[in-house]
């Protein structure tokens, strides 16, 4: 385990004797500061600072301390992947994991003494989360921390839209897992793909007909004449085609491809061969992983150039940093995924993640 300690001038006694508490139990220690009680500091600068570090990965959990423990937990509350809980007995530090799955221990300097707040770390250390009932209950937290996210993102034309549907759900779990067989990842990415053509097809205009049933003439819809275009980014895109054309077997298909360079992390393009009348379509660019944002915005670049207007990108996964760079350079593009994940590694990949979706699709690595 990696724990970020951070506190203000009040809390930083507090902190300090539980930063040698935490090196006797062999917990690495990432201490932000502030050393002395004697200079004021503004708590909100530290508590942010930490709340980042865990919310991101870099730490697995955070210990934080002022004078009553209220301001840093309510600074490190704000950031979303945080959840900060202010302790004052060990009752309290035991529910917050138990029923909160709290990753950040908020403490008092000035409220309690050193003895009551070792106590406090470590039982909040030593409980685990219950899962459960409770596991349901922080899911709608972040799933109202993805809505407040994506709300503040610019995207002035273009919706932005999670697929939280329990059977997506279900299957992006099995295909996060590690242990999950390449076959067994291949049909499930293209099931996954088949789901989420109910919502990205969604707002296709429909128009009346009129059909003859086994018993009488009844009133019917169809799709207004509606040209499709499916276009993957090779290699990885190729895992979802098939589950998207079984449900819109007309549509065109198209195809880009697009490596990241491992050095610089930005796309180069290597082939693009797109329909005819890509101008007269409803393209859906297939990208299982928006990760940087690199690939999916060149494909765009690439597919607007000749001619394509009414575009797409349907994702199982994205980064907020690849969102971002999306949707600030094309706002009139609609994005779909199956989950927003934490950020990018510096590597540049998502995590948590699922790993490299071409590699696990055809078993390259």
């Known amino acids: 385990m990696k724990a970020v300690l951070g506190a203000d001038h009040a809390g930083c006694v507090l902190k300090n004797a539980a930063k040698q508490y935490l ?28 709340a980042k570090m865990v919310a991101n990965g870099e730490c697995d959990r955070g210990i934080l301390s002022c004078g009553t423990g209220i301001g840093m937990s309510i600074a490190a509350n704000k950031v979303r992947g945080a959840y900060a ?5 060990t009752y309290m ?10 990753n950040i221990l908020v403490l008092g300097g000035r409220v309690m003494n050193i003895d009551e707040a070792l106590q406090i770390i470590d039982v909040w250390l030593e409980t685990p989360f219950k899962g459960g009932r409770h596991a349901r209950r922080i899911e709608k937290i972040k799933a109202y921390e993805d809505k407040v996210f994506l709300s503040n993102i610019n995207n002035s034309n273009g919706r932005v839209v999670i697929i939280d549907h329990p059977l997506v759900q279900h299957k992006l779990g099995i295909i996060r897992n590690a242990q999950t067989s390449v076959k067994e990842f291949r049909e499930l990415v293209e099931e996954i793909a088949g789901l989420m053509v109910y919502e990205i097809t969604r707002h296709l205009p429909v128009e009346k007909i009129e059909v003859e049933t086994p018993l009488a003439k009844a009133h019917a819809k ?5 040209k499709l275009a499916v276009i993957p980014l090779l290699r ?16 065109k298909v198209g195809h880009i491809g697009v490596y990241r360079d491992a050095v610089t992390l930005q796309p180069v393009e290597y082939y693009c061969k797109l329909p005819g009348d890509i101008e007269e379509r409803d393209i859906f ?27 797409t990108l349907v994702c199982l996964l994205a980064a907020p940093e690849g969102l971002k760079r999306v949707q600030d350079t094309h706002p009139d593009v609609d994005i779909y995924m ?19 979706a071409g590699d696990r699709l055809f078993g390259t690595k």
């Open 23 to 50: 090196i006797q139990k062999q917990i690495e220690v990432l201490d932000l500061g502030t050393d002395s009680d004697k200079e004021p500091v503004d708590y909100p600068d530290i508590g942010i600072k930490a």
């Open 85 to 89: 809980a202010l302790c004052t007995n």
């Open 93 to 102: 530090a035991k529910m917050s994991r138990l029923h909160n799955n709290a």
């Open 222 to 226: 169809t799709i207004a004449g509606k």
């Open 236 to 251: 990885a895109g190729l895992g979802m085609i098939q589950g998207i054309l079984k449900l819109i077997p007309n549509a």
């Open 285 to 311: 660019i297939v990208d299982p992983m928006l990760a940087t944002g690199g690939s999916s915005t060149l494909a765009i670049d690439l597919i607007k150039r000749r001619g394509g207007k009414k575009i």
């Open 338 to 356: 199956a989950a927003l994940d934490d950020h990018l590694d510096e590597h540049g990949y998502i995590v948590p993640g699922l790993g490299d």
